[in-house]
């Protein structure tokens, strides 16, 4: 059974600074992994996904990273800005290669 | 278009009662899928949808039914509900050529 670790589960940070948010994963057969965005109260944002066959993704002021070997993968922001403020939430597949299995989510809070 | 809609955004029940909880996607994905949302918990899969016609349970699914009326449309039905399936409900959709799912924007269900 896949297990997704997030740490830390909540972070802030001045605006302007870089910063990296991790997930951990348990099953490493995936082909990909999908990182979203969820504001308070709201649905889930698709941010970026990685296919096993890709190392990085970037996407604007993004930049995913996946270690398939180690069962990782990495969220890059650059530049934060406070509308950058969320939960963000990593989601390799579980069982099956479309079923997601999800982290609690790192809380992320930009301060101005 | 549309993406992905659900009904209702918000439904309070009362202990014992029933409903449904309607899901629409208009991308003409196969697969769709419930997930519900547990402070602490991260989503977890009830039920998907690989294509019309056929559903599978997911890791959660006690307490729940689902209907895939046709490519569009995924319902699911609390038959008697408890306190226990007070969340937040998230349906997605995707499709098995193109990695990554597409959320619903949530319906927030309070059991009393």
């Known amino acids: 059974k896949q297990e997704v670790t997030q740490i830390p589960a909540a972070l802030s940070v001045p605006e302007g600074e870089n910063l990296v948010l991790n997930c951990s994963f348990t099953d490493s057969a995936i082909y990909n992994l999908q990182w979203f965005r969820q504001d308070p109260g709201k649905g889930l944002t698709s941010l970026l996904l990685?296919?096993?066959?890709?190392r990085e993704q970037t996407s604007g002021r993004l930049n995913a990273s996946l270690d398939k070997s180690s069962g990782r993968s990495t969220l890059y922001i650059a530049a934060s800005q406070p509308g950058d403020s969320a939960t963000y939430l990593c989601a390799p597949p579980g069982f099956g290669n479309e079923k997601l299995t999800f982290g609690t989510g790192t809380r992320l809070t930009i301060i101005p | 278009n549309a993406g992905v809609t659900q009904t209702p955004k918000f439904q309070v029940l009362k202990t014992g009662q029933s409903m449904t909880l309607q899901c629409a996607q208009d991308?003409?994905?196969?697969?769709m899928y419930w997930y519900r949302q547990d402070p602490g918990m991260g989503l977890r899969l009830i039920y998907y949808s690989a294509s019309e016609g056929t559903t599978d349970k997911g890791e959660v699914p006690n307490g729940y039914n689902v209907s895939r009326l046709n490519k569009r449309e995924f319902s699911l039905r609390l038959e008697s509900a408890a306190p226990s399936q007070t969340s937040v409900y998230f349906c997605?959709?995707?499709?098995?050529?193109?990695?990554?799912?597409?959320f619903g924007p949530g319906t927030r269900l309070t059991v009393t």
């Open positions: 991308m003409n994905h196969n697969s």
């Open positions: 997605a959709s995707s499709e098995a050529e193109v990695p990554g799912q597409y």
């Open positions: 990685i296919q096993s066959s890709q």
